[in-house]
């Protein structure tokens, strides 16, 4: 079992940089792979980013590439979603979600979520 705490969501103009944080409760912080989802208003939560459990794989969504990046912290037990150039459509909900010993990647089944935080990217 892990509890993921997400935190950094905010609002900001287009073109602006936001690092959000997620923290896990759990003395195996390494044994998961980690990914943040975005949910926007009205639409499906989908993956943006993911990173494997050894931290050697990334996914990055085409829609973020070259924008957002995944870090994970091991001695933090924190993951990060750095976003740069922000969009208005990046405006979401941003969830974290975790799985043992797994790739990070879409096919992933991410059984442990946070709460969310929310971003708002104005135009």
């Known amino acids: 079992q892990v509890q993921l705490a997400e935190s950094g969501g905010g609002v900001v103009q287009a073109g602006g940089s936001l690092r959000l944080s997620c923290v896990a409760s759990?003395?195996?912080?390494?044994?998961?792979?980690f990914g943040w989802f975005q949910e926007p208003p009205g639409k499906e939560r989908d993956l943006v980013v993911g990173v494997s459990w050894k931290g050697d794989k990334t996914y990055t969504a085409d829609s973020v590439k070259g924008r957002f990046t995944i870090i994970r912290d091991n001695a933090k037990n924190t993951v990060y979603l750095q976003m740069n150039n922000l969009k208005p459509e990046d405006t979401a909900v941003y969830y974290c979600?975790?799985?043992?010993?797994?790739?990070?990647?879409?096919?992933?089944?991410?059984?442990?979520w946070g709460q969310g935080t929310q971003v708002f990217v104005s135009s």
């Open positions: 759990t003395d195996t912080f390494s044994a998961y792979a």
């Open positions: 979600a975790a799985s043992l010993y797994a790739t990070g990647s879409r096919s992933t089944r991410y059984d442990f």
